[in-house]
Protein backbone atom coordinates (compact mmCIF):
# COMPACT_ATOMS: atom_id res chain seq x y z
CA UNK A 1 0.00 0.00 0.00
CA UNK A 2 1.47 3.50 1.09
CA UNK A 3 4.71 1.84 2.13
CA UNK A 4 5.33 0.92 -1.59
CA UNK A 5 4.62 5.00 -2.23
CA UNK A 6 7.17 5.68 0.32
CA UNK A 7 9.70 3.21 -0.93
CA UNK A 8 8.87 4.38 -4.68
CA UNK A 9 9.40 8.03 -3.59
CA UNK A 10 13.01 7.36 -2.29
CA UNK A 11 14.28 5.19 -4.24
CA UNK A 12 12.18 6.82 -7.76
CA UNK A 13 11.15 9.74 -7.28
CA UNK A 14 7.97 11.70 -7.04
CA UNK A 15 6.39 10.86 -10.31
CA UNK A 16 6.63 6.82 -9.74
CA UNK A 17 5.10 7.30 -6.27
CA UNK A 18 2.51 9.22 -8.01
CA UNK A 19 1.49 6.43 -9.98
CA UNK A 20 1.63 3.89 -7.25
CA UNK A 21 -0.59 5.94 -5.20
CA UNK A 22 -3.01 6.90 -7.97
CA UNK A 23 -3.20 2.64 -8.75
CA UNK A 24 -3.59 2.54 -4.74
CA UNK A 25 -6.65 4.64 -4.80
CA UNK A 26 -8.07 3.20 -7.92
CA UNK A 27 -8.10 -0.05 -5.75
CA UNK A 28 -9.02 0.98 -2.22
CA UNK A 29 -11.57 3.76 -3.13
CA UNK A 30 -11.74 6.82 -1.06
CA UNK A 31 -9.57 6.39 2.09
CA UNK A 32 -8.28 8.96 4.07
CA UNK A 33 -4.97 8.09 4.05
CA UNK A 34 -4.65 7.69 0.69
CA UNK A 35 -6.27 11.00 -0.18
CA UNK A 36 -3.75 12.36 2.73
CA UNK A 37 -0.67 10.91 0.44
CA UNK A 38 -1.85 12.66 -2.72
CA UNK A 39 -2.04 15.81 -1.03
CA UNK A 40 1.30 15.41 0.66
CA UNK A 41 2.39 14.26 -2.92
CA UNK A 42 0.67 16.85 -4.53
CA UNK A 43 2.07 19.93 -2.94
CA UNK A 44 5.63 17.92 -3.19
CA UNK A 45 5.37 18.12 -6.87
CA UNK A 46 4.03 21.99 -6.74
CA UNK A 47 0.55 21.82 -7.44
CA UNK A 48 -0.70 23.46 -4.40
CA UNK A 49 -3.72 24.23 -5.29
CA UNK A 50 -5.22 21.04 -5.90
CA UNK A 51 -2.81 19.99 -2.73
CA UNK A 52 -5.05 21.66 0.11
CA UNK A 53 -8.07 20.46 -2.50
CA UNK A 54 -7.15 16.92 -1.50
CA UNK A 55 -6.71 17.75 1.79
CA UNK A 56 -10.09 18.92 2.30
CA UNK A 57 -11.19 15.58 0.77
CA UNK A 58 -8.65 13.08 3.11
CA UNK A 59 -10.45 15.30 6.25
CA UNK A 60 -14.11 14.84 5.16
CA UNK A 61 -13.32 11.02 4.58
CA UNK A 62 -11.77 11.40 8.17
CA UNK A 63 -14.68 12.56 9.48
CA UNK A 64 -16.81 10.01 8.03
CA UNK A 65 -15.03 7.34 9.71
CA UNK A 66 -15.44 8.51 13.13
CA UNK A 67 -18.05 7.11 15.58
CA UNK A 68 -21.06 9.49 16.13
CA UNK A 69 -19.52 10.93 19.53
CA UNK A 70 -16.06 11.09 18.77
Known sequence: GL???ERAWAESGLER???IVEAL???AG????VA???A???ARLGRHTEARREAARADIL???RLPPNA
Open 3 to 5: EVA
Open 17 to 19: AWE
Open 25 to 27: AAR
Open 30 to 33: DLAP
Open 36 to 38: AYR
Open 40 to 42: RLL
Open 62 to 64: KQR
